[in-house]
């Protein structure tokens, strides 16, 4: 059985996590023996059972600045914890030596994260034999900010890859959208469709749900000001409007916001495992365009209105919404032209516009991700 080590840490909210998690299943379901070896903060909204899992000294980011990594404390990390992170990161690898070992994201970001990718990539490179070594990338990626980080990347890439995977249908948005793809790059690429866990079988309680705006802003604080606006848009109409709250914090902030809606048609609660079950129930759906928040919404077919994140000169939520709203009607809002009244304007508009139909995508992205490995590992025999 191929061990497949897929190396990843969520600085901000938690669907990179949440992507690496899905791929690990399928992965196992698949024949493989996958470990996640997770860097970012616990998260308890996520199933990790039925795999093999570390958890290193966890960091998180200062909220949108991705340069400045802090501990549970929320205290600035030092040059020893990061050591610590890398020796921890080195005895998982020596313990269960990779057949497969997978990136998240690095090197196209994390670049804060840089010396301990390099050192997982040069102690796996020393074994005998050596992993195969694919980064693991999604739809879209925030744009290189010079020359320089591009030309580093791609020699990263050069240097200690057999691949790049990217999650996404080329068809719909391929990685040159939003990176620069050079011939050298162009060679790597193995396209897999989007990766999206199994349709729910989780049915919300009778009623739960239905004809509702759902409402939900990731596992990370940085949604919080869209779930104050959604309150305030509930009373504007006569609809009910669902908070999920996500994030460790979800019951104190859950607390916070059902004390601000009184009167309101609004309440809040922490994020539910029946969530994605309601999408297809629900009158529409309110959110950030994250990967996962998209697939999710695409598989259930539900219509709704992204605000896209977009702190710190964040683009990559922006040019996903901006995909979606073209293809499929989704309603728009720039963050910082969010308003109560606009926001419901845009969930009305969203309600009369129904159901949305993406038949043909591609969203098999976890099996055919397997399909891949098991190709390139038969191709080096």
């Not at 009244?341 to 969203?350: E, T, V, Y």
């Amino acid at each position: 059985m191929k061990r497949v080590t897929i190396l990843v840490t969520h600085l901000l909210g938690t669907g990179h996590l949440s992507r690496s998690m899905t791929l690990a299943r399928s992965l196992r379901d698949a024949g493989f023996a996958p470990l996640v070896i997770s860097g970012g903060m616990p998260t308890s909204h996520l199933d990790l059972s039925g795999l093999d899992f570390v958890q290193l000294p966890p960091v998180r980011s200062d909220g949108a600045s991705f340069t400045r990594l802090l501990d549970t404390a929320g205290e600035p990390v030092s040059p020893e914890f990061m050591q610590e992170r890398i020796e921890a990161l080195e005895d998982a690898l020596r313990q269960s030596p990779p057949d497969v070992l997978i990136t998240e994201l690095f090197p196209f970001g994390r670049r804060v994260l840089r010396q301990e990718f390099e050192a997982a990539l040069s102690l796996t490179g020393s074994l005998d034999p050596a992993p195969l070594v694919l980064c693991s990338i999604r739809d879209i990626l925030a744009p290189p900010s010079s020359e320089k980080k591009a030309k580093q990347t791609e020699a990263w890439l050069a240097q200690y890859y057999d691949g790049v995977l990217v999650h996404s249908d080329i068809d719909v948005v391929p990685l040159q959208a939003s990176w620069p793809v050079t011939p050298a790059i162009e060679r790597l690429l193995h396209y897999t469709g989007f990766i999206a866990p199994p349709l729910p079988a989780i049915e919300p309680a009778a009623g739960e749900g239905l004809g509702e705006i759902v409402v939900t802003a990731g596992g990370g604080p940085v949604g919080r000001r869209l779930f104050d606006t959604a309150i305030e848009a509930a009373r504007l109409g006569e609809r009910r409007w669902r908070l999920l709250v996500g994030g460790g914090d979800a019951a104190e902030v859950c607390a916070r916001l059902n004390a601000a809606a009184a009167g309101a048609p609004a309440f809040a609660e922490p994020l539910r495992a029946d969530y994605r079950s309601m999408l297809t129930r629900c009158a529409a759906a309110v959110g950030q365009c994250g990967y996962n928040t998209a697939i999710d919404w695409l598989q259930a077919g539900v219509p709704g209105v992204f605000v896209p994140f977009a702190e710190a000169g964040e683009v990559e939520q922006t040019l996903r919404a901006a995909s979606l709203r073209q293809r499929y009607g989704y309603g728009c809002i720039a963050e910082d032209e969010l308003t109560p009244q606009n926001l419901a304007d845009a969930a009305d508009a969203a309600v009369r516009h129904g159901r949305v139909s993406v038949n043909g995508l591609k969203f098999g992205g976890a099996a055919q991700t397997a399909r891949i490995l098991d190709e390139l590992l038969r191709a080096r025999r």
